[in-house]
């Protein structure tokens, strides 16, 4: 039996799926039910569902980078979404990244079994691709090359969204924790993309935005080191200069003056 899970906000729609498709004959069950995409989240890291069909317009969430998510830490489950949200564009996004089927509320019982065939179509279709990995079998087959590239289309996505926040948030006492909630993955899972398109663990990708924008602002001769350590993140002046120097080669004071004292010379030269 395949497992599915279905999340929604508007609970009629949710036991209306629950109860009115004929799952068994599908040979599926229904693994279980969220009415937001904090809980969906939840209870699919628990239940590993291998279909899902879940609204993408809920709060407290992002649709698209819940869908990047899951198909990124979950690249076997099948997604399709049930929507009242009519913006082409976004379903061509979704659809890229690894989305089955987008269908739009009120759906018709035979385009939700259709969704639910394509589905299972797609999971058959995994089988020996699956039966590969695990015997070892290096041979790329066609459809190890698609889902190859769609776990790359969700992953990137989830990095350039986690890359942002950081950028975004970096003054904060910021945490993997953060980044990882606010962009649907485990802080593992987070690690191991970061690692993978960047070359750097999080507290290098953190620091680094820090430091870039402290060089930025020892250009102003008038802003005190220790404040620029505060406004970029730093509680502790000592962990700054050590960071600082690690990662720019030398320390904060002797980059301001090799940036300043040139900075001078032109405007004198100029005047």
Known sequence: MYKVVIIDDEPIIVK????????????????????????????????????????????????????????????????????????????QQAIRLGVCRFLLKPSKMDELNEAIRAMLERLKEKMPLREEEAAGDEAKTGAQEEKEELESAASSFIVKNALAFIEANYAERLKL???????????????????????????????????????????????RIG??????GFLDMAHFS??????????????????????????????
């Not at 398109?197 to 001769?221: C, D, I």
């Not at 404040?227 to 970029?232: G, K, N, S, Y």
């Not at 980059?255 to 300043?260: A, I, L, P």
């Open 227 to 232: 404040d620029i350590a505060e406004q970029v």
């Open 16 to 91: 209306g799926l629950e109860k009115t498709v004929k799952w068994e004959e599908f040979g599926c069950t229904v693994a279980g039910t969220a009415y937001n995409g904090v809980e969906g989240m939840e209870l699919i890291r628990k239940e590993r569902p291998d279909m899902l069909i879940s609204d993408i317009c809920m709060p407290r969430m992002d649709g698209l980078s819940m869908i990047a998510a899951l198909k990124s830490e979950f690249p076997n489950m099948e997604i399709t979404i049930l929507t009242g949200y009519r913006d082409f564009d976004y379903a």
């Open 177 to 223: 924790a953060d980044v990882a909630d606010n962009v649907y993955v485990s802080q593992w899972h987070l690690s191991k993309l970061l690692n993978k398109y960047t070359g750097q663990n999080f507290s290098e990708a953190l620091n680094h935005v820090r430091m870039e924008k402290a060089k930025e602002l020892l250009q102003n001769p008038s802003l």
């Open 242 to 271: 050590r960071v600082f120097k690690k990662q720019v080669g030398i320390s904060a004071n002797e980059y301001r003056n090799t940036v300043s004292i040139p900075q001078k010379k032109r405007e004198k030269e100029e005047f």
